[in-house]
């Protein structure tokens, strides 16, 4: 099972975390991680707009990096494929602002754009 699929299984908001977690300690191992910004892979995360954040990042620094030789597009496009997945299922969840992540303090409320299922990186 690859991670967004067990993102999407996730029976809690509690478990979306930890397994964010768990993907941002093995992403900081990829060869490609040093090029990226240090805030993008930081541990703790910091709850639900720090997730948020983090997407837009990945998705503004992918498109920046589209066509580049030797980038790091292929590690930006899984953190924003993997956020992604992980927003859509704490929308799901019905994470509030009171959810506590693995990690971390407050977040605010669940993402209000729609997910990307379709998302052709995927």
Known sequence: ???TEALARSDSPHAVFFMLTAYLEQAHRHPGASSLPEALLELPLRGMADVQARRAEAAALFTRCIGETGS??????????VFDA?????GVLGAQSDDQPATGP???TAPSAPCRQSDARR
């Open 72 to 81: 790091a597009a292929p590690l930006v496009s899984e953190i924003d494929v």
């Open 106 to 108: 407050s977040h605010t």
């Open 1 to 3: 099972m690859i991670i």
């Open 86 to 90: 992980a927003l859509c299922r704490l």
